[in-house]
Nanobody
Framework: QVQLVESGGGLVQAGGSLRLSCAASGLPFRRYAMGWFRQASGKEREFVAAIDWLGDRTFYADSVKGRFTISRDIVKNTVDLQMNSLKPEDTAVYYC?????????????????WGQGTQVTVSS
């Protein structure tokens, strides 16, 4: 059974930092590209960041570029999202997702597995 379990969400003031982590199990982690998405209340789910199977190539939404960093540990089977300089508009539920392909993709439809999400709230 495939499981993606996110952790690290919480409440932070604007300008602060959080580090989200996603632990993957039940799948050949090295064969999957990984991504982070977020969904704010009343809005559609949107792409945040993705990383390829080796961790060599990353891709970011323009709204987070330069502030967020995605990374993966193929030994621990985890993918992290370091979020710095957080803004109130970053407030959302953040989801980890796995895409059975070596390359990155920004489309949520192409991801095969999803975590349950973790809430990030940034106060102004």
């Amino acid at each position: 059974q495939v499981q993606l379990v996110e952790s690290g969400g919480g409440l932070v003031q604007a300008g602060g930092s959080l580090r989200l982590s996603c632990a993957a199990s039940g799948l050949p982690f090295r064969r999957y590209a990984m991504g982070w998405f977020r969904q704010a209340s009343g809005k559609e789910r949107e792409f945040v960041a993705a990383i390829d199977w080796l961790g060599d190539r990353t891709f970011y939404a323009d709204s987070v570029k330069g502030r967020f960093t995605i990374s993966r540990d193929i030994v621990k089977n985890t993918v992290d999202l370091q979020m710095n300089s957080l803004k109130p508009e970053d407030t959302a539920v953040y989801y980890c997702a796995a895409h059975m392909n070596f390359g990155v993709t920004t489309s949520p439809r192409e991801y095969d597995y999803w975590g349950q999400g973790t809430q990030v709230t940034v106060s102004s």
